[in-house]
């Protein structure tokens, strides 16, 4: 029978150097703080009217180039009104 012997070697210095912690804490918060300089929030939502408002200007803009998209566009408008109960 085969006996195996592991030798180890113990760790060398401190597990952690002096103030790493805390530099970690204040980096973090610099880091927080940063970002919340330059988040922009985004724009406030549409509500169904100005959806189908946007909708139908697009068709507009497709009339003249492609009228089948145009009133794909239109009918997509007039079935997002009556989805969302807009008169």
Known sequence: ????HLQVA????????RG???AADAM???????QGLF???PPPAATPE???RAVR???LQYQHSDPN???DLMAAADRHERLHGVN
């Open 1 to 4: 029978m085969t006996t195996i």
């Open 10 to 17: 113990p760790r060398v210095g401190p597990t952690m150097p």
């Open 20 to 22: 790493a912690r805390l």
């Open 28 to 34: 973090l918060f610099l880091a927080r703080a940063w």
């Open 39 to 41: 988040t922009v929030a």
């Open 50 to 52: 100005e959806d189908a």
């Open 57 to 59: 200007e697009m068709a």
């Open 69 to 71: 998209f145009a009133a």
